[in-house]
DNA sequence: CCCTGAACCTGACCGC
DNA sequence: TGCGGTCAGGTTCAGG
C-alpha cells in the first residue's frame, strides 16, 4: 500500500512525536513479519531517538547505539496513540515513549518489516543498491534516458524498479505514466530523451501533490493521526477501469502487468 | 542480464 | 450465511 507519498506521510506526521523522546520499552505481540524481527532490537529500550528519515519506502529511527529500519510492507501503518488505548487484532508492536504515547505498528498482512542495524543505514543490504529519491536534486529525465539505453523492459517496471528509482509503486507508476501520455508497456530504450523529461516531471508532480493531500488511502492506509490521505479523489486512472478518460473522454483499459495492474488511457497513452 | 511467476499473509468483495 | 475464487498499496527469491 504504501508507497513515497504515504510513507513521507506518516514520517512528517511522526516526527514532532518522536525526535528527541526516549524510548521507555518495546512490546512485541508478533515477530514474524517479513523477516523475524530480531532480539537485537530491544537495543532501542532506553535510548532516545535522534531522528527519523526515509529513505524510498523505508522509514529510520536513529538513536545513538543503532538503527531501526521500518517498512511498512501492503498494508502496514504507524500511530501516535495514549499508551492506555489498548492494542487490537493486528496491532504487532507498540514503542512507548517517554510522554506516555505510544508508537504502534498495525500490519494485517504482515508483509512489512522491523529492523536492526548499528553499521550507517545506508551500507544496510536492503538500502545500499536503492535508486535515486524522485524529489533530490539529481532526479530527471536525462537519469532516465541515460539508463534506460539498452533496456527493453516495459516503462512501467522501469519506474517502478527500486535500483533505479525509490518511491513509486503501483498507483503512482500508473498515474504519472497518463500524466506524461506514456503507454505503460512500451520499452523503455523506446521513449526519446524529450518524452523522459515530461515523465520525470509528471513523477514529481504527483508524487508532490498527493504528498500534500496526506497520500492515498484504499483500505489500510491512515496519516499518523488516524486521518485518510485525500488523493484518492484525484486519482486519473488508478482504479477506474471501464470509466471515461478526464482528458479524452474514452475509456480507461486495465491490464495486468508482471502481476500487477495497470490503468491507462489506449487514446492518450503511446 | 532480463523477465516471469511464486512466495509471504489477511481481509474485502462478488457470485452462487 | 457460507463457500470458493479473485484481488489488494511491496519486495525478494528461484528459475528459465
Known amino acids: 500500500m504504501p508507497e513515497l507519498p504515504e510513507v513521507e506521510t506518516t514520517r512528517v506526521g511522526l516526527s514532532p512525536h518522536l525526535v528527541r523522546q526516549k524510548i521507555v520499552s518495546l512490546h512485541i505481540r508478533q515477530r514474524q513479519l517479513r523477516w523475524l524481527i530480531s532480539d537485537q532490537i530491544f537495543q532501542l529500550e532506553g535510548e532516545q531517538i535522534l531522528s527519523l528519515i526515509r529513505r524510498g519506502k523505508y522509514l529510520i529511527l536513529s538513536t545513538q547505539a543503532g538503527h531501526a529500519l521500518i517498512h511498512l510492507g501492503m498494508s502496514g501503518s504507524l500511530r501516535i496513540l495514549s499508551a492506555a488505548e489498548p492494542p487490537t487484532k493486528h496491532d504487532h508492536w507498540d514503542m512507548v515513549l517517554g510522554d506516555k504515547q505510544v508508537l504502534r505498528y498495525r500490519d494485517p498482512r504482515r ?160
Open 111 to 270: 508483509f512489512g518489516a522491523l529492523l536492526w542495524t548499528e553499521a550507517p543505514p545506508e551500507e544496510h543490504k536492503l538500502l545500499c543498491d536503492l535508486g535515486l529519491e524522485p524529489l533530490s536534486e539529481e532526479f530527471c529525465g536525462d537519469y532516465l534516458f541515460r539508463i534506460s539505453r539498452g533496456k527493453s523492459r516495459p516503462i512501467k517496471s522501469f519506474i517502478m524498479d527500486s535500483k533505479i528509482l525509490v518511491g513509486v509503486g503501483n498507483i503512482y507508476a500508473s498515474e504519472a505514466l497518463f500524466r506524461a501520455g506514456i503507454h505503460p508497456q512500451r520499452r523503455a530504450d523506446r521513449i526519446s530523451a524529450k518524452r523522459y523529461e515530461i515523465l520525470a516531471g509528471a513523477i514529481v508532480k504527483v508524487l508532490k501533490t498527493a504528498i500534500s493531500a496526506g497520500g492515498t488511502s484504499l483500505q489500510d492506509f491512515f496519516t499518523p493521526t488516524g486521518e485518510p490521505g485525500y488523493f484518492r479523489q484525484q486519482l486519473s486512472v488508478y482504479g477506474r477501469e471501464n470509466q471515461p478518460c478526464l482528458r479524452c473522454g474514452g475509456i480507461i483499459k486495465k491490464k495486468v502487468q508482471a502481476q500487477r495492474s495497470s490503468y491507462y488511457c489506449p487514446n492518450c497513452q503511446h
